[in-house]
């Protein structure tokens, strides 16, 4: 695996998580916006045009709905990479291994056969 394939996987994951993070911060300002009530929205409430929902909801609908958006585009750029990654990790673990096994005084072969020895068959009577 190339290492450049491996720096760009990982600086795509942190991509996500910083877009997460900023989706997640939207909601969090938006959340903190709804339960202390502004002054500002004082002279819009002649203007609401739904009764059943206040213009502060609609304008928390409009803006938490791509907040939810660029949350799910990061965690889907997270997920792309792991595969990526788990390759890399697999690789390095089997450098490891077979260094930890070959790079000694004696080389350890595999063993290929039974560990337990059969005794011949005899013919039923």
Do not use: C
Request: hydrophobic share 50%.
């Amino acid at each position: 695996m190339n290492s450049a394939v491996v720096r760009r996987a990982r600086l795509a994951r942190v991509l996500g998580a910083t877009l997460m993070l900023v989706g997640l911060a939207a909601i969090f300002w938006l959340v903190a916006k709804s339960i202390t009530p502004s002054a500002v929205a004082e002279p819009l409430m002649p203007l609401r045009r739904l009764a059943w929902m206040p213009a502060s909801s609609l304008f928390a609908l409009a803006f938490s709905l791509p907040s939810l958006a660029i949350m799910w585009l990061g965690a889907t750029l997270i997920t792309r990479q792991n595969a990526v990654l788990e390759a890399h990790q697999r690789e390095t673990q089997d450098r490891l291994r077979r260094v930890r096994e070959y790079g000694g005084d004696g080389r350890i072969e595999p063993y290929i056969g039974s560990r337990f020895t059969l005794d011949a068959d005899e013919d039923p009577r």
